[in-house]
């Protein structure tokens, strides 16, 4: 997963500061504000090595609702000089002084960010309550913008009777759409609706995650010594740890997340702990209680028809796509459908060799989905002879940190070096920081954060985002990039051992960041995603894992040394299309319902009843459930980044496949020197200086087929 940071959006949307906000009587309290703001860290120029970087060790919450609100007014005033301009617009006096416009807000954005997702507190989430509608109303100040939309609707018209340099075209045109498709074109009437419905979503937003961190944080299962069956000594020793800080010492701690939830439903052999753990997870959003997000949801379907009616659009997704790769919902689902019908097909045939596993076992069950883990386990070892435990003694994350570096050097040309200690502020002790450099001339690139380890008050999952993008046309600027992850924290001196699974998530999110160091675009715009491409890049570094020079330098065994033997990895490969019916289909299942969901009418909406009916209609294997229910569902309900988006993985994943059988066939395979170079020129550093489907072209000589993607699931290829 992604986090864009939506200060570039508001690059976009500068404000124009309203003539109330500058009356005499806000003047008058104006020096006071100055001096409160000259010493709070968060909007101070960013000093120290690497041409700055941020004051991690310095922030104060207190501070830091003061620090936004000062952000946003210094930012509409930097828009308000723009519209106040007597000369014509041109695209120096506009566009440009727009992407140079809201650094002050980048920079306390950078900090916000580490608040909200690394270190949230009840007290971070009642300022981002507070915060959520102010932001919305700002943003809206800036998109509905009247005298700033026509001064981009002039350079926009006039660069199509005389044509920009072509990376200044393309900011010019996705400034103009992102504001057309932003409300800025609706009269005065219309606006006001569409502002004020903006402010309910980000409120909305709020409430959607945080109810869902809150029931993260309130449903531990505590095991006792009895209750250990089948689970490994890592896990064991990090859940006393984890109960111990939780004030149980003496037991052991089963926290409502990913990481612990779902190796405790693979090798538990407690049954009905299984099914509690299960339910507490899969039950996030949806105790019908105070947190509970249905309602929410309903509500921010409902606001997001409204907001997309005001625009003539007959529906949220089809307003979405528009400027996705996809482009319409028609060719989402046809892609979603045909890996559909293959999908559910294969968890057929893998509920019957777990059941076959079950009855030759004596266990006298029905595979339910609180058991589909723990059986495949045992179908993998049976059928591929494959212990993901014996697996995981060569997966260790210092190693595989490593190991990313090493290909990065090969491909892209790039070295790491730890900072001195001391050198870089970071917000947490475990966080560690490394120099980027080209290998050969040495040019500084940026810093890479690492923050590898779970903790109260960090969002689940794994993340990369920045606090810095690369840009070159207001002066050369370094990357600051960051990878976020929730490795349980090993008890002092052990090695941290990852599955095969998290492994490639953790090359993923460094996929994420190598995109991010490699840009060479000129605009701060030009930085920004296209949803369904944002997953490709990093989705494709994830095939660098199995590559033999990774396997032979870095799966080593922690404690002997030894390479991870030729065997192993073979099972490995062999069952790399192994449970490819329960991984398709847990995330299909998410990715249609986001489609379904906002395609459906909303007037009367009852989202569990909705939910339940779509998956009956959709043929549901009723052995697993969503890999996202409906309300927990983050990527579509706590923001907007990936509403009708969540196909966007599979989107990606054809370019992926499609990519990896080239780097595969080349004359050197995954470390053919001319394939890399294209792969940088192509496909990384453009980022959205171009079209994705332009780009694509150019690296592949052709368009993605999805032939590779069913191959690679072990699916057939469905004939044409
Ligand atoms: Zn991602």
Not at 246 to 267: C, E, I, Q, W
Request: include cysteine.
């Amino acid at each position: 997963m992604v986090k864009q940071n939506f200060i570039k959006l508001s690059k976009l949307f500068s404000l124009v500061v309203l003539m109330a906000f500058m009356s005499c009587k806000q003047e008058d309290n104006k020096s006071e504000n100055e001096k409160i703001m000259s010493t709070n860290v968060f909007l101070e120029e960013w000093t120290g090595p690497y041409d700055g970087v941020p004051a991690f060790d310095k922030m104060n919450i207190s501070e830091l609702k003061a620090a936004v609100e000062k952000g946003m007014k210094l930012n509409l005033a930097e828009i308000e000089v723009i519209t106040s301009n007597k000369e014509a617009p041109t695209f120096e006096n506009t566009i440009v002084t727009m992407e140079r416009s809201g650094s002050d807000l980048d920079r306390v954005f950078a900090y916000y960010g580490i608040l909200r997702s690394n270190l949230s507190t009840p007290e971070v989430r009642k300022i981002q309550e507070e915060l959520a509608p102010e932001l919305s109303e700002f943003n809206s100040k800036i998109s509905q913008n009247e005298k700033l939309f026509q001064r981009i609707r002039t350079v926009y018209e006039n660069s199509l009777k005389t044509p920009l340099e072509a990376d200044q075209q393309r900011v010019v045109d996705l400034t103009y759409k992102s504001f057309a498709m932003n409300g800025a074109e609706l009269d005065d009437v219309k606006k006001k609706e569409y502002a004020k419905i903006n402010k309910e979503l980000s409120s909305l937003y709020t409430t959607f995650s945080n109810n869902v961190l809150h029931d993260e944080e309130n449903y531990v299962t505590y095991l006792n010594e009895d209750q250990l069956g089948g689970l490994s000594d890592s896990f064991i020793k990090s859940a006393a740890k984890i109960a111990t800080d939780k004030d149980h010492k003496g037991s052991y701690a089963v926290t409502n997340s990913r990481s612990s939830m779902d190796p405790f439903l693979t090798y538990s052999t407690e049954r009905e702990l299984r099914k509690k753990v299960w339910t507490n997870y899969y039950s996030r959003g949806d105790n019908n209680d105070t947190y509970d997000n249905k309602e929410n949801i309903a509500k921010i379907l409902k606001r997001r028809r409204e907001r997309v009616e005001l625009l003539g659009y007959k529906n949220y997704a089809e307003w979405r796509l528009q400027d996705r790769m996809a482009k319409n919902p028609e060719n989402v689902m046809k892609l979603l459908n045909t890996v559909w019908s293959a999908s559910i097909e294969r968890v057929k045939e893998e509920v019957v060799d777990m059941q076959a596993v079950a009855d030759a076992n004596g266990d006298k069950i029905t595979i339910e989905p609180w058991d589909y883990r723990y059986y495949a386990e045992k179908v993998r070892k049976k059928k591929y002879d494959l212990d993901s435990e014996e697996v995981k003694q060569y997966l260790q994350l210092d190693k595989l940190r490593e190991a990313m570096f090493y290909v990065a050097g090969r491909l892209f040309n790039y070295d790491f070096k730890p900072v001195p200690a001391g050198t870089v502020p970071v917000f947490q002790e475990d966080v560690k920081v490394w120099e980027v450099t080209d290998k050969d001339s040495g040019e500084h690139i940026g810093l890479w954060y690492l923050d590898p380890y779970a903790r109260t008050g960090k969002r689940s999952g794994a993340w990369a985002t920045t606090y810095r993008s690369h840009s070159t046309f207001d002066g050369k600027k370094t990357v600051l990039a960051s990878n976020n992850s929730n490795f349980v924290k090993p008890a002092p001196g052990e090695a941290v051992l990852v599955s095969w699974d998290d492994a490639t998530t953790f090359f993923h999110e460094f996929g994420h960041a190598l995109h991010f160091f490699s840009s060479s675009v000129k605009y701060p715009t030009l930085n920004g995603g296209v949803r369904d491409y944002t997953e490709f890049q990093s989705q494709l570094l994830e095939r660098w894992l199995s590559t033999d020079e990774v396997i032979t330098q870095f799966l080593v065994h922690y404690k002997t040394g030894k390479v991870i033997p030729k065997g192993l990895v073979d099972k490995i490969k062999k069952a790399s299309t192994f449970n490819q019916g329960f991984a398709t289909t847990e995330y299909l299942a998410s990715a249609i319902m986001d489609m379904k969901l906002h395609l459906a009418d909303p007037s009367s909406l009852d989202v569990g009843k909705f939910e339940k009916e779509t998956l009956k209609a959709m043929d549901m294997p009723k052995e697993l459930v969503m890999r996202h229910r409906t309300p927990q569902f983050g990527h579509v309900f706590s923001g907007e980044g990936y509403a009708t988006a969540y196909y966007g993985y599979m989107w990606a994943d054809v370019l992926t496949a499609d990519a990896a059988e080239a780097f595969k066939n080349a004359p050197d395979g995954f470390y053919d020197k001319e394939m890399a170079d294209k792969l940088v020129k192509y496909l990384f550093a453009p980022r959205n200086s171009m079209d994705p489907v332009d780009a694509y072209r150019k690296f592949m000589g052709r368009d993605a087929k999805m032939e590779a993607l069913m191959r690679d699931r072990g699916f057939p290829v469905p004939s044409k």
